[in-house]
C-alpha cells in the first residue's frame, strides 16, 4: 500500500526555520509538492519538484522555502526559512505516482509566532 509520512512540523518563532521531510513508499512517484492550509482558509499550494529536481514555488515562499527530493529514499523535504507568522498552517505532503495516482499526507502543523 501507499503510505506517506511527514515529520518535522511544530513552533518556532518568527525569522526561525523548519525541515519537514515526507517519507514516502509502496509505489513509484513522479511530481511531489507542499500544500498549506490555514484557519478559515482554502488549501493552496506551497512548492512542487519534478522527476529530476526542479521546483516551482509559490510567490508567497520564493526566496525562503526550498523544497528538495532524494530519490534514492524516496523522500521529499521542505527547508522553511526566515518564517513568518502568516506561513502557520497545516502542512500537507503531496506526491503523485507515475501512473497518475494521487497522495496526502497526514498533514503536520507548522506555527510560527510573533
Known amino acids: 500500500q501507499v503510505q506517506l509520512v511527514e515529520s518535522g512540523g511544530g513552533l518556532v518563532q518568527a525569522g526561525g526555520s523548519l525541515r519537514l521531510s515526507c517519507a514516502a513508499s509502496?509505489?513509484?512517484?513522479?511530481?511531489m509538492g507542499w500544500y498549506r492550509q490555514a484557519p478559515g482558509k482554502q488549501r493552496e499550494l506551497v512548492a512542487t519538484?519534478?522527476?529530476?529536481?526542479?521546483?516551482n514555488y509559490a510567490d508567497s515562499v520564493k526566496g525562503r522555502f526550498t523544497i528538495s527530493r532524494d530519490n534514492a529514499k524516496n523522500t521529499m523535504y521542505l527547508e522553511m526559512n526566515s518564517l513568518k507568522p502568516e506561513d502557520t498552517a497545516v502542512y500537507y505532503c503531496?506526491?503523485?505516482?507515475?501512473?497518475?495516482?494521487?497522495?496526502w499526507g497526514q498533514g503536520t502543523q507548522v506555527t510560527v509566532s510573533s
Open positions: 503531496k506526491m503523485t505516482s507515475i501512473f497518475r495516482a494521487e497522495y
Open positions: 509502496g509505489t513509484i512517484f513522479s511530481t
Open positions: 519538484i519534478t522527476t529530476v529536481g526542479s521546483p
